[in-house]
């Protein structure tokens, strides 16, 4: 239990910064919501699934890769830190270069002739992440947790800051007719929601000058070195392109498809492009309020990642890493219930109704993302055997479940199909990742315990909506919710605490 501790421990220092800053900057979707329109929203919700893709390609898995080889070896770490940055720093230079010269061509393919800009700042704000990664990694691997904190911090500050500032300052002032310097100098309605990208951009160059101090390059560069290195991480490379095809690409496709679709039934090309991007910005501003589960899954492999690889050689790790799995469980359905049970006060984080329409969604992407919890979970026997060819064939089988049901669905269902096919892919690559995990690098995980909870969280979700028609009596509403709430609790607690055991007593 204290190594156990250990980990909640830093889950929660090296995590709280991440959580903590993706739920300020969560907290922006009301003001999106409320500023722009729906079609503007999906012009935000587009690029920045373009970003989640080109990170984990300017990354190539050299974080992963990063985490292996300098836990194995305490004189290589230097070499090994040094290598990657190296080898990051090169590639991410290179990018921004190719961005910036073709910024033109890119931004007329994405249908965004009058706005080349987005394609340089975009380009700026993905090479520096990229770069900031590895320091980032360093300071997580040596447990630096003031300054991972206030690195992250000092970024979402800066970009709420600029937010708030150009957003609901210049723009709102503008808007209603308001005048001075300021707003004269710094403000242009022709940039519209450009000032939510020149946001990020600041913010991303204050985080990468931050991590400056940390970019030594103390250590020797070794071509033999990195192209070990290399050989481990690109399976993780397109673990990641997969992950950010189930994750992102749906909102990619619903615009091209829904495009053309109102397109073939006779609409103006301006008209279709508004109503597809509308349906985007539904959608995009309904999966924010799942975040809260994937901001904690975030947290949690920050700590996890490190914690799994220097416990490895622990003779009681496997045991370990299955009770790890019995309480992560536990949190994710925990958070699935308060966000469902009380999904009428959470829609308020957007706080424009023309959104609502889309919240039929978010159960299915919060049971998705418990998929995928797990999935991060199970999914370190890969990393910890060096097999991560096979991590690369789970991502890739999963994209093709995205891809499928996207493609064949999106003309009939729109966005209903691309929350389904998250919740196929994630279900599916959680549990090809275990059975592979099984044979190679077997751990006796509590899968009826795991079931039983995931199972009454499913049902009292269930038994909670006939309720959800009828809010017209909204202290027994609450009332109600609230109590399904308290059982899920009392179950967990009487089976944690008090010594039952489901294995033997109820499922046996």
């Given at each position: 239990?204290?190594?156990?501790?250990?980990?909640?421990?830093?889950?929660?220092?090296?995590?709280?910064?991440?959580?903590?800053?993706?739920?300020?900057?969560?907290?922006?979707?009301?003001?999106?919501?409320?500023?722009?329109?729906n079609?503007?929203?999906?012009?935000?919700?587009?690029?920045?699934?373009?970003?989640?893709?080109?990170?984990?390609?300017?990354?190539?898995?050299?974080?992963?890769?990063?985490?292996?080889?300098?836990?194995?070896?305490?004189?290589?770490?230097k070499?090994?830190?040094?290598?990657?940055?190296?080898?990051l720093?090169?590639?991410?230079?290179?990018?921004?270069l190719?961005?910036?010269?073709?910024?033109?061509?890119?931004?007329?393919?994405?249908?965004?002739?009058?706005?080349?800009?987005?394609?340089?700042?975009?380009?700026?704000?993905?090479?520096?992440?990229?770069?900031?990664?590895?320091?980032?990694?360093?300071?997580?691997?040596?447990?630096?947790?003031?300054?991972f904190?206030?690195?992250?911090?000092?970024?979402?500050?800066?970009?709420?800051?600029?937010?708030?500032?150009?957003?609901?300052?210049?723009?709102?002032?503008?808007?209603?007719?308001?005048?001075?310097?300021?707003?004269?100098?710094?403000?242009?309605?022709?940039?519209?929601?450009?000032?939510?990208?020149?946001?990020?951009?600041?913010?991303?160059?204050?985080?990468?000058?931050?991590?400056?101090?940390?970019?030594?390059?103390?250590g020797?560069?070794?071509?033999?070195?990195?192209?070990?290195?290399?050989?481990?991480?690109?399976?993780?490379?397109?673990?990641?392109?997969?992950?950010?095809?189930?994750e992102?690409?749906?909102?990619?496709?619903?615009?091209?498809?829904?495009?053309?679709?109102?397109?073939?039934?006779?609409?103006?090309?301006?008209?279709?492009?508004?109503?597809?991007?509308?349906?985007?910005?539904?959608?995009?501003?309904?999966?924010?309020?799942?975040?809260?589960?994937?901001?904690?899954?975030?947290?949690?492999?920050?700590?996890?990642?490190?914690?799994?690889?220097?416990?490895?050689?622990?003779?009681?790790?496997?045991?370990?890493?299955?009770?790890?799995?019995?309480?992560?469980?536990?949190t994710?359905?925990?958070?699935?219930?308060?966000i469902?049970?009380?999904?009428?006060?959470?829609?308020?984080?957007?706080?424009?109704?023309?959104?609502?329409?889309?919240?039929?969604?978010?159960?299915?992407?919060?049971?998705?993302n418990?998929?995928?919890?797990?999935?991060?979970?199970?999914?370190?026997?890969?990393?910890?055997?060096?097999?991560?060819?096979?991590?690369?064939?789970i991502?890739?089988?999963?994209?093709?479940?995205?891809?499928?049901?996207?493609?064949?669905?999106?003309?009939?269902?729109?966005?209903?199909?691309?929350?389904?096919?998250?919740?196929?892919?994630?279900?599916?690559?959680?549990?090809?990742?275990?059975?592979?995990?099984?044979k190679?690098?077997?751990?006796?995980?509590?899968?009826?315990?795991?079931?039983?909870?995931?199972?009454?969280?499913?049902?009292?979700?269930?038994?909670?909506?006939?309720?959800?028609?009828?809010?017209?009596?909204?202290?027994?509403?609450?009332?109600?919710?609230?109590?399904?709430?308290?059982?899920?609790?009392?179950?967990?607690?009487f089976?944690?605490?008090?010594?039952f055991?489901?294995?033997?007593?109820?499922?046996?």
């Amino acid at each position: 239990m204290s190594v156990i501790k250990k980990l909640a421990g830093q889950t929660a220092i090296y995590g709280s910064s991440s959580i903590i800053g993706r739920f300020l900057n969560f907290m922006l979707t009301p003001l999106y919501a409320l500023q722009f329109s729906n079609e503007q929203y999906g012009i935000i919700t587009e690029m920045y699934a373009y970003v989640a893709f080109l990170v984990v390609v300017l990354t190539y898995g050299m974080e992963t890769s990063y985490f292996r080889f300098s836990s194995q070896k305490d004189n290589l770490k230097k070499d090994v830190y040094s290598n990657t940055l190296y080898s990051l720093l090169t590639t991410s230079t290179f990018f921004i270069l190719i961005m910036s010269y073709f910024s033109p061509d890119i931004a007329s393919w994405l249908k965004y002739p009058n706005h080349s800009e987005y394609i340089i700042w975009f380009g700026m704000i993905v090479g520096l992440d990229a770069i900031s990664s590895i320091p980032l990694a360093k300071l997580r691997s040596e447990y630096k947790a003031k300054k991972f904190a206030l690195v992250n911090f000092a970024n979402v500050g800066v970009n709420i800051t600029l937010n708030l500032f150009f957003i609901l300052y210049c723009k709102s002032g503008y808007d209603s007719g308001e005048t001075n310097w300021i707003i004269d100098t710094l403000y242009s309605p022709e940039i519209g929601v450009g000032y939510v990208f020149i946001s990020n951009l600041i913010s991303s160059i204050v985080k990468f000058l931050l991590l400056v101090p940390e970019m030594n390059l103390k250590g020797h560069f070794d071509w033999t070195l990195l192209k070990k290195m290399l050989t481990y991480s690109y399976p993780m490379l397109f673990v990641g392109l997969a992950f950010v095809i189930n994750e992102t690409l749906d909102r990619a496709m619903l615009k091209d498809m829904l495009y053309n679709q109102y397109m073939d039934s006779g609409m103006s090309s301006v008209k279709s492009l508004e109503m597809a991007l509308s349906q985007n910005g539904i959608y995009g501003a309904n999966y924010k309020i799942t975040m809260i589960v994937t901001m904690f899954i975030q947290a949690f492999r920050y700590a996890s990642e490190p914690f799994f690889f220097n416990n490895e050689k622990n003779k009681n790790s496997k045991e370990i890493f299955a009770t790890i799995m019995n309480y992560f469980v536990i949190t994710l359905v925990f958070i699935f219930l308060i966000i469902t049970l009380y999904l009428q006060v959470f829609k308020y984080f957007i706080p424009n109704p023309a959104f609502w329409e889309g919240l039929k969604v978010v159960p299915i992407l919060l049971a998705a993302n418990i998929c995928l919890g797990i999935y991060t979970t199970v999914s370190m026997w890969y990393k910890l055997t060096k097999k991560t060819i096979y991590g690369a064939y789970i991502s890739i089988f999963g994209a093709l479940i995205t891809l499928t049901i996207n493609f064949i669905f999106i003309p009939n269902y729109g966005y209903l199909a691309s929350a389904y096919a998250t919740l196929a892919c994630y279900g599916a690559m959680m549990l090809l990742s275990y059975l592979l995990g099984q044979k190679f690098y077997p751990i006796k995980y509590d899968i009826k315990k795991i079931a039983l909870y995931v199972s009454l969280g499913a049902l009292l979700y269930i038994i909670s909506l006939p309720l959800l028609k009828n809010q017209e009596f909204q202290v027994t509403y609450y009332a109600y919710h609230t109590l399904l709430l308290l059982v899920f609790i009392a179950v967990v607690f009487f089976i944690e605490k008090r010594g039952f055991n489901p294995k033997n007593q109820l499922l046996s």
